[in-house]
C-alpha cells in the first residue's frame, strides 16, 4: 500500500486539530463544571446503552473520558472513517477473514444467491455485548430469509488502550493468534452464526470504516443497509426493519 495522498495528509490534520482541540475543552470543562460535564457524559451514554448496562457503574468509564487514551482512540476512528469507501449501493468489499479455525476465506464467501447477508462488525466492548442478544434474536427471526456473519476486529477498549474498569480483560491483538482467542470468547454467547475474525492489517475493519463496531446488510454483493458507525449510532432495531422490508 502507498503512502497517504497529500489531500488525505491535510485531512488528517484537520481532524487531528478538531480532535485535540475537543480533548482539551472537555478536560477544562471537566475541572470547571464537574457536575455538568458529568451528566452530559451520562446523557450520551443512554444512547449507547452504557448507562442501562447492570455490568458498569458511571465509576467504570466516565472518568476515562478526555484521557490520553481517548484522545489516541477517537483519533484512530476519525481518521478511519476518512477512508470508508462504502456506500449504500455499491459494491461490497470482498475482504479477507479468518475462520476461527485459522482458515483464511473472503466476506463474499459467506454470500449464498440472492440472500441477503448481514455484517456485524466488533469486538468485546461493552455496547458491543450488550446488545449481542438483540443480534441473537435478529437471527433467531430472519435466518430462513437473510445469513449472518460476525466479524471480530480490532479491540475498541483494550486493556491496555482507552480501558473500562470492570470490561472484559483483553490487551490490544498484537498478532493472529490474540485475535482468534479474543474472539473465541463470543462462543460462550452462543452467537449462533459464523464467527471470523479480521486480518491483522485490519483491512475489513478499514474498508467499511467498522470500529468500534458497525453493521452493514449485503445483497448480491452490494450493499443494501450501511449502518452508522457505533457506539451511538450502532441499531440492531434497524437491520430487523431492513430484513421485515424482504420478507413482506
Same mark, same amino acid.
Given at each position: 500500500m502507498g503512502l497517504p495522498c497529500p489531500g488525505l495528509w491535510l485531512?488528517?490534520?484537520?481532524?487531528?486539530?478538531?480532535?485535540?482541540?475537543?480533548?482539551?475543552?472537555?478536560k477544562v470543562l471537566l475541572t470547571l463544571f464537574p457536575e455538568r460535564v458529568m451528566q452530559h457524559i451520562l446523557?450520551?451514554?443512554?444512547?449507547?446503552?452504557? #448507562?442501562?448496562?447492570?455490568?458498569?457503574?458511571?465509576?467504570?468509564?466516565?472518568?476515562?473520558?478526555?484521557?490520553?487514551?481517548?484522545?489516541?482512540?477517537?483519533?484512530?476512528?476519525?481518521?478511519?472513517?476518512?477512508e470508508d469507501v462504502t456506500e449504500r449501493g455499491g459494491l461490497a468489499p470482498n475482504c479477507p477473514v479468518v475462520r476461527l479455525s485459522g482458515q483464511r476465506c473472503n466476506i463474499w464467501d459467506f454470500m449464498q444467491g440472492n440472500r441477503p447477508l448481514v455484517l456485524n462488525f466488533g469486538s468485546c466492548t461493552p455496547s458491543f455485548l450488550f446488545k449481542f442478544d438483540q443480534f441473537k434474536r435478529l437471527i433467531e427471526d430472519?435466518?430462513? &430469509?437473510?445469513?449472518?456473519?460476525?466479524?471480530? &476486529?480490532?479491540? #475498541?477498549? #483494550?486493556s491496555d488502550g482507552w480501558a473500562f474498569k470492570n470490561n472484559v480483560d483483553i490487551r490490544n491483538h498484537r498478532n493472529l493468534q490474540d485475535r482468534l482467542r479474543a474472539a473465541h470468547?463470543?462462543?460462550?454467547?452462543?452467537?449462533?452464526?459464523?464467527?471470523?475474525?479480521?486480518?491483522?492489517?485490519?483491512?475489513?475493519?478499514?474498508?467499511?470504516a467498522a470500529l468500534p463496531e458497525r453493521l452493514y446488510v449485503l445483497q448480491e454483493?452490494?450493499?443494501?443497509?450501511?449502518?452508522?458507525?457505533?457506539?451511538?449510532?450502532?441499531?440492531?432495531?434497524?437491520?430487523?426493519?431492513?430484513?421485515?422490508?424482504?420478507?413482506?
Amino acid at each position: 500500500m502507498g503512502l497517504p495522498c497529500p489531500g488525505l495528509w491535510l485531512k488528517r490534520l484537520w481532524v487531528l486539530l478538531q480532535v485535540a482541540v475537543h480533548v482539551a475543552v472537555g478536560k477544562v470543562l471537566l475541572t470547571l463544571f464537574p457536575e455538568r460535564v458529568m451528566q452530559h457524559i451520562l446523557s450520551i451514554g443512554q444512547k449507547t446503552g452504557m #448507562a442501562r448496562n447492570p455490568h458498569f457503574t458511571p465509576d467504570n468509564w466516565v472518568p476515562t473520558f478526555f484521557s490520553t487514551q481517548y484522545f489516541w482512540f477517537v483519533l484512530k476512528v476519525r481518521w478511519q472513517q476518512l477512508e470508508d469507501v462504502t456506500e449504500r449501493g455499491g459494491l461490497a468489499p470482498n475482504c479477507p477473514v479468518v475462520r476461527l479455525s485459522g482458515q483464511r476465506c473472503n466476506i463474499w464467501d459467506f454470500m449464498q444467491g440472492n440472500r441477503p447477508l448481514v455484517l456485524n462488525f466488533g469486538s468485546c466492548t461493552p455496547s458491543f455485548l450488550f446488545k449481542f442478544d438483540q443480534f441473537k434474536r435478529l437471527i433467531e427471526d430472519f435466518s430462513s &430469509i437473510a445469513d449472518f456473519l460476525i466479524i471480530y &476486529i480490532e479491540e #475498541a477498549h #483494550a486493556s491496555d488502550g482507552w480501558a473500562f474498569k470492570n470490561n472484559v480483560d483483553i490487551r490490544n491483538h498484537r498478532n493472529l493468534q490474540d485475535r482468534l482467542r479474543a474472539a473465541h470468547m463470543l462462543l460462550a454467547r452462543s452467537p449462533q452464526c459464523p464467527v471470523v475474525v479480521d486480518t491483522m492489517q485490519n483491512q475489513s475493519c478499514r474498508l467499511y470504516a467498522a470500529l468500534p463496531e458497525r453493521l452493514y446488510v449485503l445483497q448480491e454483493g452490494r450493499i443494501l443497509y450501511k449502518g452508522k458507525p457505533g457506539p451511538w449510532n450502532y441499531h440492531p432495531e434497524e437491520v430487523r426493519a431492513v430484513l421485515e422490508k424482504l420478507d413482506n
